[in-house]
C-alpha cells in the first residue's frame, strides 16, 4: 500500500531492520506572520542503525518541496529520492545519518503546523498536532510509534515570540528580527507526540515539588498558555490548581516520577480534538478558555481532560503501544483515569463517575451498535483504519471494561499492575500480552478468558432482571437475563429500590455478583418484599445495557426523577434512553419523561445530556407527523423551566440555551428576540456574549434574522469565536441561497479553515430545514471519493459526516445510501465505514418512528 497511507505491514517490515538514536529537527518560522508565505523551513536529520546493511527504506514525508538529501555524506537527487509522501533511500550502512531539507506548508486543517490570525490584534499563532501520522507535515521521520527515539528541536521565530517545544530550551539566541531557540534533547518519545507551539501567547507560570521515596526531590516548572486576546478570561489559577492536584495523584498511584521534566499546557485555537498528551507540552483545544459563562459541567469537563492527558504521560507517553491495534493501552485507560482522577484527586469535581455513566458510556454504546463496531483491542490495518478508531470504542468503552476490571481484580492490584507496567516498559513500546502479564501477577486471577470475552470481542450485551413474587408479594426468585452475541462475565450489583417517607426512592437493598451465561439467579433476593424498581448494574460497575421489568419501568414513568441518588437516577437515565434508541420505548413517551421530570434533575451535565437527547427524539425518531407537535412541547417545556429556574443558576443557563435550541413558535421568538434587545428579561440570567450567539442561531434558524443584524453582532464580536458563530448563522438561515453558499464554501474550495468547515455544515445542516436539505442527497453521495481522495482525512472526515442526509428519514435516502455503498465496494475502507456508519443511524431513526407511530 504505497503512498499516503503506510500499513501495519511496512510499519512492522521497517521496524524490524532499523532503530533509530536520535532525530535533530531545525525549523525556520520567520515568515508565519506574512498571510502569503505558505510554506516554512524544515531539516530533519536522523541518526539510525541497520540490521541489513544494503537495505533500503524510506521516511515518511509530505511537504510541497524537498531541497536536498543527504545520505551518510552521499547527495540523492530529491527529484528520484521523493515521490510526494516518501522519502526513498538505499544502501544502507550498519550506521546512518540522513538529512532531509525540505519546504513544509502552514496548515489550516488543523494537521501538522497549524497557523492562525488573531481578527482582534492580526497576531499569529502557531502550534503543531500529529496523532496519528502528521508529524511527516513538519519534518521528514519513520511515521511510526514503536521507533522511537530522542528529539532535539531547534525553531527559529519572530523576535517577539516565544517557543515551546516538548523539553526545556537550553539556549535563546538573537538573531536580529528573529530569535532561535535550541531546545534539550527528549527522552525516547513516538514521533506523533512531539511538539512546537510558537506566538505571542499569554502565560502563566507556577512550580509544583514533591520528595520522592529516595529522598530526592522532584520539581516540575508548569506553565499555562492562551492567545493573548483571550487573557482577561483566561483561569489559569483554576488550571494549574487541577494540575498540581492531579500530579500528586498520578504520583502516589503511579509510584514513578514524572518523566519529561516541565509540564505546559498550551491552549490553542482551531484545534481538532479536546486536547493531546505530547509530553512536556501539551495541547488543548481553547474553548476551554471560557470567554461567557458555562455551567459547572463545563468546568468538570474541562478538569477531567487535564487529568487524561496528565494520565497519557504514563500510558502512551512513557510506554507506548506497539501499533495502533492497541491504541486503547493508552487511551481507554486516560479515559477511566480522567474520571477516577476527578475523585481521587481530590478536586472539587465529586460526580465524575456520574457524568461517566451518563455521557461517556452514551457515546461507547452508540459506537459498538454500529455494524462497523469492533473489539476495543482492533484490527488496524493501516493509518486510515487508525485515524477512525479514535472512537466511542476505544475511549468510553475501553474505559467502562477497565472499571469492570478493576472490580474484577480490586484496585490494589490493578495499580500495583500498573506500577510494574510502568518499570518493566519504561520508554518502550507494548502489546495486550505485556499488560494482561502484569495484572496477572498482581491479581493472582488467569485473565486470557477475561481479556477475550471483554477485550477481543464486539458489542454490548444486555441485563434484564426477571421478578417472580408470591401471593404476599415476596420476591421468589429474582434472575438475570443477559442478551448479546457474546455472554460475557459481568461483576455487578443488584440495587433494590422502594419509596422512603418523603417519598423519595431509596436503595432499601444491595445484592453484588458475577452474571455469566444467559441466566443467572441472584439467590439473595428470594424472600424479600418486591421492591418498587429492579436497577440492575447500580453504581455502574460494568459495561452493558440495562432493561428493566414491567413494574420497575412502571415506576421510573411514574417517578424517574424521585430517584434518591444521582448515579442511580443517571443509569435509570442511560437506560431509557437506550430503550428508545432500540426502539422500544417510543420517543414522544421519552420526551414526556424528560419534560415531566428533566426540571427535577440536580445533576447539570446529566440535564444537558437530556437537552440533547431531548432534541434528538423529536428531530429523528419521533413520528413525523408528530414532530411539530414535540418540538413546540419542548419549547413550552423549555420556558416553563428557565422562568422557574433558580435565578443566575447552572440550570437557568441551561435551561436559556435549551430555550435557544428549540424555539420555533411566535411567543418564543418573541422572547429570543427580547432578551437580545433588552426589552424582555429573565431575573437573574445574563444574556452574555455566547449566549447572544445561541440567540441569533434561533432567530437565523426562523428566518428572523437580518444581514445588517448578523453583520452588526459579528462587529460587536470581532473574534475568532465570533466569526465561528457568525458563520454557522448564515448557514442556518432557511432559504436555498443561505444552503447553497454553505454548500460550495466547503465543497468547491479548500480555502476555509478547519474551524468554519465545521461552522458551515452545523448551520447548513439544521433538521428543521430538511426540505431544503434534501436537495443535496444525490450530490453527496457523487461527491463521496472526491472528497476522500483530495482533502486532508481530518477535513474528509468533516464532510463526509456532517453532509450526509441525517435529518432525510425516509426509505428513499436510506436506498440512497445502499445503493452507493452496493457500487463502491473497491472505495476506502475507512471512507465506507463513515458512510456505513451514517446509513445504520439513518435506519435506527426508520426504526424508531415506526415504534411511535405504533
Not at 28 to 41: G, Q
Amino acid at each position: 500500500m504505497p503512498g499516503r497511507n503506510l500499513s501495519r505491514d511496512e510499519a512492522q517490515q521497517r521496524a524490524s531492520i532499523l532503530a533509530v538514536d536520535s532525530y535533530r529537527v531545525r525549523l525556520d518560522v520567520t515568515s508565519a506572520p506574512d498571510p502569503a508565505a505558505a510554506t516554512f523551513r524544515s531539516t530533519t536529520t536522523v541518526a539510525f542503525r541497520c540490521s541489513q546493511p544494503g537495505a533500503a527504506t524510506f521516511l515518511d514525508l509530505l511537504a510541497p518541496a524537498v531541497r536536498s538529501v543527504t545520505l551518510n555524506g552521499r547527495s540523492i537527487d530529491p527529484a528520484t529520492a521523493y515521490d510526494g509522501a516518501r522519502v526513498h533511500v538505499d544502501g544502507l550502512a550498519a550506521e546512518n545519518v540522513l538529512t532531509v531539507e525540505a519546504d513544509c506548508a502552514y496548515s489550516r486543517t488543523g494537521e501538522g503546523l497549524h497557523r492562525f490570525t488573531d481578527p482582534v490584534d492580526g497576531e499569529t499563532y502557531l502550534y503543531t498536532h500529529y496523532e496519528p501520522a502528521d508529524a511527516r507535515r513538519v519534518f521528514a521521520t519513520f511515521e511510526q510509534p514503536d521507533l522511537k527515539a530522542p528529539f532535539s528541536f531547534t525553531v527559529t521565530a519572530p523576535a517577539a515570540w516565544d517557543v515551546w517545544s516538548n523539553a526545556v530550551h537550553e539556549d535563546v539566541v538573537e538573531e536580529g528580527a528573529a530569535r532561535t531557540w535550541e531546545f534539550a534533547p527528549t527522552k525516547p518519545i513516538s514521533t506523533y507526540l512531539t511538539a512546537v507551539v510558537a506566538g505571542p501567547y499569554h502565560v502563566a507560570r507556577d512550580h509544583y515539588s514533591r520528595e520522592l521515596a529516595d529522598g530526592t526531590t522532584l520539581e516540575i516548572p508548569l506553565s499555562a498558555m492562551c492567545r493573548k486576546s483571550l487573557a482577561p478570561s483566561f483561569d489559569a489559577d483554576e488550571i494549574l490548581g487541577v494540575t498540581k492536584l492531579g500530579l500528586d495523584f498520578f504520583h502516589e498511584e503511579f509510584d514513578y516520577p514524572y518523566p519529561f521534566g516541565k509540564y505546559d499546557q498550551a491552549f490553542v485555537p482551531e484545534y481538532n480534538i479536546g486536547a493531546m498528551e505530547n509530553p512536556g507540552c501539551v495541547t488543548f483545544r481553547e474553548e476551554f478558555v471560557f470567554r461567557s459563562k458555562v455551567t459547572d459541567a463545563a468546568y468538570e469537563g474541562r478538569a477531567n481532560v487535564i487529568l487524561h492527558e496528565m494520565a497519557h504521560m504514563w500510558f502512551g507517553d512513557l510506554v507506548t503501544m506497539r501499533w495502533w491495534d492497541d491504541l486503547w493501552l493508552k487511551e481507554s485507560f486516560a479515559d477511566f483515569m480522567g474520571s477516577y482522577g476527578l475523585i481521587g484527586a481530590r478536586t472539587r469535581y465529586s460526580s465524575a463517575w456520574v457524568t461517566f455513566a451518563n455521557q461517556r458510556k452514551a457515546w461507547a454504546y452508540r459506537q459498538d451498535q454500529f455494524p462497523t463496531t469492533h473489539p476495543i483491542t482492533a484490527d488496524i490495518r493501516d493509518l486510515e483504519d487508525a485515524k477512525l478508531n479514535f472512537d466511542g470504542i476505544t475511549y468510553a468503552k475501553g474505559a467502562a471494561v477497565l472499571k469492570q476490571l478493576v472490580a474484577y481484580v480490586g484496585s490494589e492490584a490493578f495499580f500495583e499492575g500498573a506500577r510494574r507496567y510502568f518499570q518493566r516498559h519504561a520508554f518502550g513500546n507494548t502489546e495486550l500480552a505485556d499488560l494482561l502479564d502484569v495484572l496477572e501477577e498482581t491479581s493472582g486471577r488467569d485473565l486470557k478468558a477475561w481479556a477475550a470475552a471483554w477485550l477481543q470481542t464486539a458489542g454490548v450485551d444486555s441485563l434484564t432482571p426477571q421478578v417472580t413474587t408470591d401471593a404476599e408479594g415476596r420476591i421468589t426468585e429474582l434472575a438475570v437475563l443477559q442478551d448479546g452475541e457474546v455472554l460475557r462475565p459481568h461483576r455487578i450489583a443488584v440495587g433494590l429500590y422502594d419509596r422512603d417517607a418523603d417519598g423519595s426512592l431509596v436503595r432499601t437493598g444491595r445484592i453484588e455478583l458475577d452474571v455469566t451465561g444467559n441466566r443467572t439467579v441472584v439467590a439473595e433476593a428470594a424472600g424479600r418484599p418486591r421492591p418498587a424498581l429492579v436497577l440492575l448494574n447500580d453504581e455502574d460497575l460494568t459495561y452493558c445495557k440495562i432493561r428493566f421489568d414491567a413494574e420497575s419501568l412502571q415506576t421510573l414513568r411514574a417517578g424517574l426523577g424521585d430517584i434518591h441518588d444521582e448515579l442511580a437516577r443517571a443509569l435509570a437515565w442511560s437506560a431509557v434512553w437506550n430503550l428508545t434508541r432500540d426502539s422500544l420505548m417510543p420517543a414522544r413517551d421519552y420526551v414526556a419523561l424528560v419534560l415531566r421530570f428533566a426540571g427535577q434533575e440536580g445533576n447539570i451535565g446529566v440535564l444537558q445530556s437530556l437537552h440533547t437527547q431531548a432534541k434528538t427524539a423529536v428531530d429523528l425518531y419521533a413520528d413525523p407527523n408528530w414532530r411539530a407537535e414535540g418540538g413546540r412541547l419542548l419549547a413550552d417545556g423549555a420556558l416553563r423551566e428557565l422562568r422557574e429556574a433558580v435565578p443566575g443558576s447552572d440550570h437557568q443557563l441551561a435551561w436559556a440555551r435549551f430555550l435557544a435550541q428549540t424555539a420555533g413558535g411566535a411567543e418564543h421568538l418573541g422572547l429570543v428576540r427580547g432578551l437580545l434587545a433588552g426589552s424582555a428579561r429573565i431575573d437573574g440570567l445574563d444574556v452574555d456574549q455566547e449566549l447572544r450567539w445561541s440567540l441569533w442561531l434561533a432567530l437565523a434558524a426562523a428566518g428572523q434574522a437580518g444581514d445588517e443584524e448578523l453583520a452588526g453582532e459579528l462587529a460587536a464580536d470581532n473574534t475568532a469565536s465570533g466569526k465561528r458563530r457568525y458563520t454557522q448563522c448564515l448557514a442556518a438561515r432557511p432559504t436555498a441561497e443561505a444552503k447553497a453558499v454553505a454548500w460550495s464554501a466547503v465543497v468547491d474550495s479548500e480555502e476555509l479553515p478547519n474551524a468554519l468547515v465545521e461552522a458551515n455544515i452545523a448551520g447548513f445542516a439544521v433538521p428543521a430545514h430538511r426540505d431544503l436539505t434534501a436537495l443535496y442527497a444525490a450530490p453527496y453521495f457523487k461527491l463521496l471519493e472526491r472528497v476522500w481522495s483530495e482533502r486532508t482525512i481530518e477535513i474528509a472526515m468533516r464532510i463526509v459526516g456532517g453532509f450526509f442526509p441525517h435529518s432525510q428519514t425516509d426509505e428513499q435516502t436510506l436506498a440512497e445510501a445502499d445503493a452507493w455503498l452496493d457500487g463502491h465496494p473497491q472505495a476506502a475502507p475507512a471512507l465506507r465505514r463513515l458512510v456505513l456508519e451514517c446509513r445504520d443511524d439513518l435506519a435506527r431513526a426508520l426504526r424508531a418512528q415506526a415504534c411511535d407511530r405504533a
